[in-house]
């Protein structure tokens, strides 16, 4: 009864965990680095 309940936890952590050790440093330096070659 609770074992898709766990697996739909975990997956969250997981994929909020992924969320924000990968993908919003990436789109941060995607977004400085288009701001420094414009200002330049």
Do not use: D, Q
Request: charged share 10%; no cysteine.
């Amino acid at each position: 009864m609770f074992k898709p309940m766990a697996i739909s936890i975990i997956f969250g952590f997981a994929f909020s965990t992924l969320l924000t050790l990968v993908v919003v440093p990436v789109v941060y330096a995607i977004l400085f680095r288009s701001e420094a070659t414009h200002a330049r």
